[in-house]
């Protein structure tokens, strides 16, 4: 299991996706992004890939100021996407 975390100004759609595409295999189930507002302002995103059996293949999250308008799209207003794979 990879686990990391990285703080930057604007969380960008495009490092998540390079995320996923580093880390999703033949043996990933979905994929799942929390969005969540921490204490000192700033918005928290994590991604994990996992299994056909729940478990986790691989984590990350970042820290910033704000989400890109493309990620912004993807949560759609919501804290939690989930995608079948």
Do not use: C, H, P
Request: no cysteine; aromatic share 10%.
């Amino acid at each position: 299991m990879i686990i990391a975390a990285l703080f930057v100004a604007v969380i960008a759609f495009s490092a998540i996706n390079e995320f996923f595409d580093a880390n999703v295999t033949d043996d990933s189930r979905y994929i799942q992004l929390v969005k969540e507002r921490i204490d000192n302002g700033n918005v928290k995103v994590i991604a994990g890939v996992f299994d056909a059996n729940e478990k986790i293949m691989a984590t990350q999250s970042w820290e910033g100021e704000k989400l890109d308008d493309e990620l912004e799209a993807v949560f759609n207003g919501q804290e939690y996407v989930l995608r079948v794979l």
